[in-house]
């Protein structure tokens, strides 16, 4: 169950800004990148401390200031962790060990 996060209450109004951060991301090639997973990396780890007084302007700066380095980094670990990893299995074991 996903945890409601004091920024949800902007999801809407900085839509386009996300769009727009999509839009960049396809634009140098990383297509599987949605709305929903750049929001998802802001609020985990670049709002992860939220500031009740923070302005729309901010959230917007934050939004398009995003590089996708910072994305993919975060999205490697986030993958990483959710992995579930066994060395259980012999031929996996031996493949790795190529």
């Known amino acids: 169950m996903e945890v409601s996060h004091e920024y ?5 109004k900085v839509g386009p800004a ?6 960049e991301f ?4 990383y ?5 929903e997973e750049i929001w998802q990396f802001l609020v985990k780890k670049k709002w992860k401390k939220g500031n009740i007084e923070i302005k729309l ?3 917007v700066q934050s939004i398009l200031s995003l590089k996708i380095g910072e994305f ?6 986030e993958a990483l962790r959710d992995a579930e ?9 031996l493949e790795l060990l190529k």
């Open 18 to 23: 996300l769009k727009s951060k999509q839009e």
């Open 26 to 29: 396809l634009l140098l090639g």
């Open 57 to 59: 302007y901010e959230m």
């Open 31 to 35: 297509e599987g990148v949605s709305e």
């Open 85 to 93: 990893f066994t060395l259980d299995n012999e031929e996996e074991l």
């Open 8 to 12: 949800d209450r902007f999801r809407s």
């Open 72 to 77: 993919m980094n975060y999205s490697a670990v």
